[in-house]
């Protein structure tokens, strides 16, 4: 196994064949600030540009929480870090889908709004049995346009992914398989080994060959790429209006939003 490079925010590690990944910051259920952000770019470009690596795993540390989207703490208006938003997710979704190699969603626990999106943007996803589902973005005064919902549409169908946008329901494992988010479904304890086997069964297969299907995939939802980015930039507008900061002050109050007294 390799050693771990100089990150603050996330692990890396490489054995087998595969790299894996680790969002490292349980104390805030894995949420990523921009460090967070730039880090998985690095990793995941670092991993998937080396021959040795047939694929990747993207998880969460410890079993609260795979990821539960954008650190609200460092979130006012603006996030932390650079990108239209303060966060670099345009480009870590395109690096996501542009290295060559499969990448693996393993879920434990939540994966709730931007984590959500990054699980449904991995290339298979893999999930326990105490994983949730969902999307919290109107709740908080915030979306995720592009691969957060266009996509989506793509791998849960139009109707379903509009429920878990306007609803803002969790959904248990068992759900996220029945509507085709999640590959597969296991008991905890047998997370790791699964996921292991399915690396392995991966690496096996001829990497140019993996490389060309996961390009051609890519290819018929490349134009979502350019939704996302209008999106984006229509969402920096909506961060500076009090109605999307009424979202964040209600977090922090432990209140209910009142959201509609901001609309004009």
């Not at 998937?48 to 690596?53: C, D, E, L, Q, Y």
């Not at 939802?221 to 984006?232: E, F, K, N, P, V």
């Amino acid at each position: 196994m390799s050693a771990q490079q100089d990150y603050e925010d996330i692990l890396y590690a490489e054995q087998d064949g595969a790299a894996t990944i680790t969002i490292n910051r349980p104390a805030k259920y894995n949420a990523f600030r921009g460090k967070t952000c730039e880090e998985l770019i690095h990793a995941l470009g670092r991993a998937g540009w080396n021959k040795a690596i047939g694929v990747i795993v993207l998880t969460g540390a410890g079993t609260k929480a795979f990821c539960t989207g954008g650190d609200q703490s460092a979130h006012e208006g603006a996030y932390d870090g650079r990108g239209t938003i303060g966060l670099p997710m345009e480009e870590l979704h395109a690096t996501i889908r542009g290295v060559p190699v499969p990448v693996i969603a393993k879920v434990r626990g939540y994966a709730i709004g931007g984590g959500n999106v990054l699980a449904t943007l991995c290339d298979l996803t893999i999930a326990s049995e105490t994983a949730i589902f969902g999307q919290v973005g109107p709740k908080m005064g915030s979306v995720d346009p592009g691969f957060g919902t266009a996509y989506l549409a793509r791998i849960v169908g139009d109707k379903k992914a509009r429920e878990i946008w306007y609803l803002c329901r969790r959904y248990s494992a068992k759900e996220a398989l029945e509507m085709g988010l999640v590959n597969k479904v296991v008991p905890d304890d047998q997370l790791d080994a699964e996921v292991d086997a399915w690396c392995r069964e991966i690496a096996e297969k001829s990497p140019t060959a993996i490389a060309i299907a996961k390009r051609s995939f890519n290819a018929d939802t490349d134009s979502i790429a350019g939704i996302g980015g209008l999106g984006m930039q229509a969402l920096k507008l909506y961060y500076d209006s009090e109605e999307s900061k009424e979202g964040v002050r209600a977090l922090s109050e432990k209140r209910k939003a009142d959201f509609r007294r901001y609309v004009k």
